[in-house]
């Protein structure tokens, strides 16, 4: 693992260049305010929370709260130095399970979930959704 390198990854990753479906955009608000202690985690690793490799798609948990089973991201280098870790009851591991990646040189993708986060709809619209009451 290169933490040097991922920063300089996540670094040169405009939030333009995530998912801008409005699911990816709510989690990337609201998951260093819902994960303040996963977000220092990923941080020490070099990885930015706010830019997601992938994500899965949510589902109300509940009435105002998105359910993400998981939440990947790219880090730099090869695996060695990198270790399982659990933070706040959340298993942050190594996925072999994810979309062609485009970045070139060495790296592997972590993963984490589920995250329950908080729905901004005042924010984002969500057409079409059916809201619980």
Not at 21 to 29: A, F, K, R, S
Not at 91 to 106: F, N
Request: some cysteine; hydrophobic content about 35%; overall charge negative.
């Amino acid at each position: 693992m290169d933490i040097e390198k991922t920063k300089e990854y996540y670094k040169n990753y405009p939030r333009d260049d995530t998912c801008q479906c409005e699911y990816c955009q709510n989690l990337i608000d609201e998951i260093r305010v819902a994960y303040p202690g996963l977000a220092v985690f990923m941080d020490s690793i070099g990885v930015d929370i706010e830019r997601p490799f992938e994500v899965s798609l949510p589902y109300e948990y509940k009435k105002g709260i998105w359910s993400f089973p998981f939440v990947q991201y790219l880090v730099v280098g090869n695996t060695d130095g990198f270790q399982e870790t659990i933070v706040n009851d959340i298993t942050v591991g190594i996925c072999t399970s994810h979309p062609k990646v485009k970045y070139k040189g060495e790296h592997f993708i972590v993963e984490f979930g589920p995250v329950f986060i908080n729905i901004l709809k005042d924010k984002y619209k969500f057409e079409g959704e059916q809201w619980l009451e």
